[in-house]
């Protein structure tokens, strides 16, 4: 069993930042992936970031927030984060931690193209203009 547990949302002005965490007690596999998805009212749920692990640490990114968001993790603690900057009223959304088994050979793409097994409980992040 796999739990994912995210937090730091919150509300900010456009041009500000946030950073979020996801905690992840247990674990998909010996190879797995996280990521970031993000879902708006009315909207699809969407990728925005992902990261294979164990890996080099590489990550992959939405076009949408690439340049903007950094997505990072912390081995000691098994958790990931993710930085936003620059945010945007679009941004607005309920911020998700997902997690998945990944197949030998695969990468933080592959991880991005992903649907989670595991999903957390969601962070919402309000960005006003």
């Known amino acids: 069993q796999v739990l994912l547990v995210e937090s730091g949302g919150g509300s900010v002005q456009s041009g500000g930042s946030l950073r979020l965490s996801c905690a992840a007690s247990?674990?998909?596999?010996?190879?797995?992936?996280m990521g970031w998805f993000r879902q708006a009212p009315g909207e699809e749920r969407e990728a925005v970031a992902a990261?294979?692990?164990?890996?080099?640490?590489?990550?992959s990114y939405a076009d949408s927030v690439k340049g903007r968001f950094t997505m990072s993790k912390d081995n000691a603690k098994t958790t990931v984060y993710l930085q936003m900057n620059s945010l945007k009223p679009e941004d607005t959304a309920t911020y998700y931690c997902?997690?998945?088994?990944?197949?030998?050979?695969?990468?933080?793409?592959?991880?991005?193209?992903?649907?989670?097994?595991?999903w957390g409980q969601g962070t919402q992040v309000t960005v006003s203009s």
């Open positions: 990261i294979a692990i164990p890996g080099d640490g590489s990550t």
């Open positions: 997902g997690a998945k088994k990944r197949p030998f050979g695969s990468d933080s793409y592959y991880c991005l193209q992903s649907t989670p097994d595991y």
């Open positions: 247990g674990s998909p596999g010996s190879r797995y992936c």
